[in-house]
């Protein structure tokens, strides 16, 4: 596909580039706010920011979206995030710290509309019959830049300094532009596009409405559907037991327990490049055994969140005593590799039971809870680092106890299936 599809090709580099500023970003902005403030507060109120920026802008990105022409919005954001991340480079005390937080809202908020503008050009650019292809190779992409770029980011915060880190941010973005560019694109209708960007703004306020009708019709059928709901809730479950609190977390712990490079920004990188490449491996070994098996990949579910919850029992200990960053980094790979199983695994269940008519509505209640749900754990998590009788050793040692929660739901609705189906044979008998 990307040999033979010119057009998907650089819009795959584009991919590319993007994500690795995005993880640039991450490292380097936390970074900084951990350097300038020592806040758990402040540090948190970063993560809430990077959760809820996307979120919001959802809401109005899909008309947006199929508005315009998305070539030109892809290139549009990725220029726009560009320069709003060379503002980073202006910032230098603690009471410039509020410039942070709306700067990343910004950059997150176009990132919001840049990768769902992405998706809806993937059918214009990709044959049908390639769409299954080109949506796994993004999803794949994900995963790897994330193990990259944030190793990467890292690398150059904790060696060549922040602003460094800043900088390749900004030139990578418009590298993506570049690339976008050179897709050779029309929209399937010039009149189509035209027509729909001079909508009169009842029209847009009309679309407004259906978008959250369209979140009221997800919830209600969720309702109706409480075996599809427990599907649904699994990511929430994943963001507010371990994922987005560890994330907090490893800034003060790369800053205060293993501190490598400058403000511990190697650290950090290797943190979150290690959870990372769990977060890939996990779900391709985990479905060498379950295959497309409905009950073995409800049954890997409930492992996964055990072996999540085991692999922060082994890092826990590192971080108390500080006495091996291997170890500690072997803990967080375990934590990645059952916590992407569950992520994918889930909504893989997902996929296949939700009904195709209210698919988009379902998945748009998900995305709206696991954001509204990071956000607060992410919010807590900075809480907990301020209080001296929790801080980041209380909060490594709750997570894994956090996680067991799920871990037992799992077992509780496995058994309860068990039993149904072995009562199914009695009654027919």
């Given amino acids: ?131 299954g292809t080109a949506n796994a190779l993004s999803s794949s992409t994900w995963s790897t830049m994330l193990a990259i770029g944030t190793a990467l980011g890292g690398f150059v915060a904790g060696s060549l300094g922040i602003s460094a880190a800043f900088a390749l941010d900004a030139l990578s973005f418009f590298l993506s532009a570049c690339f976008i560019a050179a897709i050779a694109y029309q929209p399937h ?20 409405g259906q978008i959250l009708a369209g979140y009221r019709e997800g919830f209600a059928y969720l309702q109706e559907q409480p075996r599809i709901f427990f599907l649904i809730i699994q990511k929430a479950f994943v963001m507010f037991c371990f994922a987005t609190a560890y994330d907090v977390t490893a800034v003060a712990i790369s800053q205060k327990a293993f501190v490598i490079g400058q403000n511990g920004g190697i650290g950090l990188g290797l943190i979150y490049a290690t959870v990372g490449i769990g977060t890939g491996v996990g779900p391709i070994l985990m479905r060498m055994w379950s295959g497309d098996d409905e009950r073995r990949l409800r049954l890997a579910i409930m492992l996964s969140y055990g072996i999540a919850a085991l692999g922060m ?52 209640t998900e995305f709206a809870l696991f954001s509204l749900v990071a956000s607060l754990a992410a919010a807590g998590a900075g809480a907990a680092l301020e209080q001296p009788a929790i801080g980041y050793v209380g909060v490594v040692w709750t997570l894994p106890l956090l996680t067991l929660i799920p871990t037992l739901l799992w077992i509780i609705v496995l058994r309860r299936e068990r039993q149904q189906q072995l009562a199914q044979p009695a009654e027919t008998a």
């Fill in 1 to 131: 596909l990307v040999r033979n599809n010119r057009n998907f090709r650089y819009i795959w580099f584009g991919e590319i580039v993007s994500l690795l500023g995005d993880w640039f970003n991450l490292i380097a902005s936390a970074t900084l706010i951990g350097m300038l403030t020592e806040s758990g507060v402040a540090l948190g109120g970063l993560f809430v920011v990077r959760m809820l920026a996307p979120f919001l802008v959802s809401t109005f990105g899909g008309p947006l979206i199929d508005r315009f022409n998305r070539k030109h919005i892809l290139i549009a954001t990725d220029i726009l995030r560009g320069i709003v991340v060379l503002g980073f480079l202006f910032i230098r005390e603690p009471s410039q710290v509020p410039w942070i937080y709306l700067l990343t809202a910004i950059q997150l908020g176009l990132s919001g509309i840049f990768f769902p503008a992405r998706n809806a050009l993937f059918p214009d650019i990709v044959a049908r019959g390639e769409l």
């Fill in 189 to 208: 209708s010039a009149e189509d596009v035209t027509v729909r960007a001079a909508a009169k703004p009842a029209t847009q306020l009309a679309a407004m």
């Fill in 313 to 364: 029992f082994i890092a826990a200990p590192m971080v108390t005593t500080r006495y091996s960053f291997a170890i500690f980094l072997l803990g967080l790979f375990v934590r990645g590799f059952g916590g992407g199983t569950v992520w994918v695994f889930a909504s893989q269940l997902a996929l296949v039971s939700v009904a195709d008519r209210l698919r988009g509505r379902v998945f748009a």
